[in-house]
């Protein structure tokens, strides 16, 4: 079936929104490479049978399974894919001054936060204006793409975040996992942790993405929102953080920790608990003892919302429309449910956006069941309407949480300062 795409105006590029992808561009999660690009530049609007692909995935060569996945999708199309892979942040800037140039490429695959500024400049087609179907996204997950109630992608995969545990640290502490179900019983345990002589919990409060992406579920799990940095939910979950270190549950080495940091942290055997994310399933395996998972606690119970991270799939604009259909097919194709699982499997894992994809893949591997779990209670860090104001916003709340952990603000000063730049910053 044929698909009448508009060629929507491009508004022009601002160095404003070059200077947020840099913010929403940080590695934040181990899927995400910070290594330099390979390939070299693709060039666009190839010929009718050579397609243009970029992806955030230069640690994976020509030779490795995800690159022949590409490529079989290509096939599957008819065509042949010149595939280009940078880092994070150089994806979403080049494909900035692609669209500048008119030379976008067919697909790009892209972190999440960063289709809405893509998406803003009017370089995006809409997933109805390509004829995708997406009813069968989980809501949540599709959302981060969604920009004026118009979505622009597709999400490849999610990841996200919860509690991986010791075994062995717990049980000689006393600590039952199951127990832990809301912030209290949480603060309880590693008090239990520390008296038993171990190190209660670790996470990374960085300055940068990764400090707002971790600090997130505790955030939400209040009740707040990042429209109202300052609000008393938000303060509460600041100070659950800075208690946390006054008590001594968690050391001082959280101020600077990445999540790379925290999880080499955690493999040393000394904590009961690291904040972390499914990417750290295969190595959490291969621990020199037990671990397992638990949900990331509401301040009052239930599942805190914690930030998807993962790709998109979108589809630039082209002056030659006529190449649509072929890209709408090598879409198509990657998103499938078998092609949904094929990705978990390949990344070890990203959770499939759909039911039927998330059933596929606990049908191979069972274990991950509390990985959908927590996926299927994410948001996306833009889904609130933020838009393109969610770096702006995010690097507020970083910077909150740097200035109460290191003491140089009390949470509610930090926090109250944070809601002030964020809206200087912001339309």
Known sequence: MQHTVRHPRRKPTTLAAAAALALVGVGVLGACSSGGGAGGPGASGGSDDTYTWWDPYPQHDASSDWAGRVQACG??????????????????????????????????????????????????????????????IDQNLLDAGVVDGAAYGIPIGANTLSLYYNAE????????????????????????????????????????????????????GAGADLTDLDSPEAVEALELWTGWLDKGYAPNSVINNSQNTTWEEFLTGDFGFV??????????????????????????????????????????????????????AIVEC????????????????????????QTALLEESPELEPW????????????????????????????????????????????????????????
Not at 290 to 299: D, F, R, S
Not at 315 to 320: L, N
Not at 334 to 356: H, K, R
Not at 376 to 392: F, I
């Open 372 to 427: 959908v779990e927590a996926v299927n209670s994410a948001k996306g860090r833009t889904s609130d309407g933020l838009g393109t104001d969610y770096p702006v916003i995010s690097e507020a709340l970083w910077t909150a949480v740097q200035n109460a952990l290191s003491g140089a603000a009390s949470p509610a000063d930090a926090l109250a300062t944070a809601q002030a730049d964020a809206e200087s910053g912001t339309h």
């Open 169 to 220: 640290v717990l049980a000689d502490a006393g600590v039952d996992p199951e127990s832990i179900g809301d912030w209290d019983s949480l603060t309880a345990a590693l008090k239990k942790v520390t008296e038993a002589g171990h190190k209660g919990i670790t996470f990374a409060g960085i300055g940068t993405e990764e400090g707002s992406f971790q600090f997130l579920p505790w955030f939400w």
């Open 75 to 136: 096939e599957e199309a008819g065509v042949t894919i010149e595939r280009t892979a940078y880092d994070t942040t150089a994806l979403t800037n080049q494909a900035l001054l692609a669209a500048q140039e008119g030379a976008s490429p067919d697909v790009i695959l892209l972190d999440n936060p960063a289709v809405s500024t893509l998406a803003d400049t009017g370089m995006l087609t809409t997933v109805e204006e390509f004829g995708l179907d997406t009813s069968a």
């Open 334 to 357: 990657m998103t499938t449910p078998e092609g949904f699982v094929e990705t978990a499997n390949t990344f070890a894992y990203y959770i499939p956006p759909t039911q039927d994809g």
């Open 275 to 328: 904040e972390n994310g499914t990417w750290q399933v295969n190595s959490a395996a291969d621990a020199g003892f037990e671990t397992g998972i638990v949900q990331l606690p509401g301040k009052d119970g239930g599942v805190a919302p914690a930030p998807t991270g993962g790709e998109f799939i979108v589809a630039p604009v082209q002056e030659d429309t006529d190449r649509y259909e072929t890209t709408r």
